[in-house]
């Protein structure tokens, strides 16, 4: 079956402090995964996509990466604005359709 | 540009009532998408738009749930009769191709 786990579920850092969210997947024909943010009330807003492994996007203080089986957003030196929740999900292909399965979530929260 | 919308941003409703969600994408986007997200859970797929036809609706939970997209731009979900479980948020996204997904704020559906 179709899967992707999100670890940790929720995360404090000081400000500055770098650390690592984890989505690891399990599904068939992977078509690209994505990473988004969600602050509170509002949708998902997209930050990257990656397509193969070894692929790595940057944006700001936000990495990620991918291999075969799971994918990393690096947060370095986190700013209080960048508390919220990250969303990964994976777009994978069966018999011919798309599915876009959502991990569920890990709150981000960074403490000045 | 305007992002994408929908209405009504709340809506609470006795079970066994009828409530219409309603979505308006970014114009020019001809992929629409509904998610919904029950508390605790994660965002799962209901269906896809392309254009005014429906491309892929193996997500929607039941025959209570009719989703229509006439001319190919705005879209309505319609939850009829409500039950308890129905009870979550309901997004909506569209996009121009087939990756990068853009999307709503959402609609807090509660049946009670």
């Known amino acids: 079956e179709d899967q992707v786990t999100q670890s940790p579920e929720a995360l404090r850092l000081q400000e500055g402090e770098s650390s690592s969210l984890n989505c690891s997947y399990t599904?068939?024909?992977?078509?690209?995964l994505f990473w988004y943010r969600q602050d509170p009330g509002k949708g998902p807003e997209f930050l990257f996509t990656?397509?193969?492994a070894g692929e790595e996007k940057e944006k700001e203080r936000l990495k990620a990466t991918l291999t075969k089986k799971e994918s990393f957003l690096h947060i370095t030196a986190p700013k209080p604005e960048d508390s919220a929740t990250y969303l990964c999900a994976v777009r994978a292909t069966t018999s011919g359709t798309y599915k876009y399965i959502f991990g569920t979530g890990t709150r981000l929260k960074v403490l000045a | 540009e305007a992002g994408v919308t929908q209405f009504p941003s709340h809506s609470v409703i006795e079970k066994g009532q009828t409530v219409t969600l309603r979505c308006d994408p970014i114009s020019g986007h001809d992929n629409l998408y509904w998610y919904r997200r029950v508390m605790g859970k994660e965002i799962k797929f209901l269906l896809h738009?392309?254009?005014?036809?429906?491309?892929?609706e193996s997500g929607m939970p039941n025959n209570r749930f009719l989703a229509e997209r006439t001319g190919g731009t705005y879209s309505t979900l319609k939850v009829q009769p409500a039950e308890l479980e129905d009870s979550g948020v309901y997004f909506c996204?569209?996009?121009?191709?087939?990756?990068?997904?853009?999307f709503g704020p959402g609609t807090r559906l509660t049946v009670t």
């Open positions: 738009f392309v254009k005014e036809s429906k491309q892929d």
């Open positions: 996204a569209s996009s121009p191709g087939s990756h990068q997904q853009y």
């Open positions: 599904v068939s024909g992977l078509r690209g």
């Open positions: 990656l397509y193969s």
